[in-house]
């Protein structure tokens, strides 16, 4: 069993930066990809970033691109997002999530594993 804990949510003021962590843990793990989603509140569930494991390949979502940076620990079993020049629009809660195999990194249902969620709030 995957266990995945986020880390590093909070309040900022825009323009500001935060740096979430993600901590993998489990017997075997050894994920194909892993990835950040995020949710705000009456909106559906997309796609932030991901990295593929192994070769340290990134994808970000467009609206992301320029402003956060996802990066891997594989020491550590950790996956970081690195959030700069945040806005307001960028308030949810963010996800991380563990794939083990390759298919369309956008897609949440890639995703077998999730951890619960870390609130990030942009302050105007």
């Known amino acids: 069993q995957v266990q995945l804990v986020e880390s590093g949510g909070g309040l900022v003021q825009a323009g500001g930066s935060l740096r979430l962590s993600c901590a993998a843990s489990?017997?075997?793990?050894?994920?194909?990809?892993m990835g950040w989603f995020r949710q705000a509140p009456g909106k559906e569930r997309e796609f932030v970033a991901a990295i593929k494991w192994r070769d340290n390949y990134a994808y970000r979502a467009d609206s992301v691109k320029g402003r956060f940076t996802i990066s891997r620990d594989n020491a550590k079993n950790t996956v970081y997002l690195q959030m700069n020049s945040l806005k307001p629009e960028d308030t949810a809660v963010y996800y991380c999530?563990?794939?083990?195999?390759?298919?369309?990194?956008?897609?949440?249902?890639?995703?077998?594993?999730w951890g619960q969620g870390t609130q990030v709030t942009v302050a105007s």
């Open positions: 489990g017997r075997t793990f050894s994920p194909y990809v």
């Open positions: 999530a563990a794939g083990d195999h390759s298919g369309n990194y956008y897609y949440r249902e890639l995703y077998p594993y």
